[in-house]
Nanobody, 124 residues
């Protein structure tokens, strides 16, 4: 089993920045790809970004390209999502997830373990 705990969410004005963290524990040796997803009230969960096991390859949803950066520190078993130029429509609960496969994916169904989420609210 793998446990994931997100942190770093909060309230920020439009145009501002936040950095989310995702701390992994448990059988971390089984983790390869890490991803971030989000779900706004009344909307379906959507993908945000994913990063390969060594942090070399990344993939982003079009809505966040150029504004968000995903990264990871495998020595600390922590993943990050740096969010810049935040917009009102970025308001959502953000979840990190990991999968045992080495293949990048923005498909939520492909992930094996999920965190509880952290709220990000962007005021306009």
């Amino acid at each position: 089993q793998v446990q994931l705990v997100e942190s770093g969410g909060g309230l920020v004005q439009a145009g501002g920045s936040l950095r989310l963290s995702c701390a992994a524990s448990g059988r971390t040796s089984s983790i390869n790809v890490m991803g971030w997803f989000r779900q706004a009230p009344g909307k379906e969960r959507e993908s945000v970004a994913s990063v390969s096991s060594r942090g070399i390859n990344t993939s982003y949803a079009d809505s966040v390209k150029g504004r968000f950066t995903i990264s990871r520190d495998n020595d600390k078993n922590i993943g990050y999502l740096q969010m810049n130029s935040l917009k009102f429509e970025d308001t959502a609960v953000y979840y990190c997830a990991v999968r045992r496969s080495i293949l990048l994916s923005l498909n939520a169904d492909a992930y094996d373990y999920w965190g509880q989420g952290t709220q990000v609210t962007v005021s306009s």
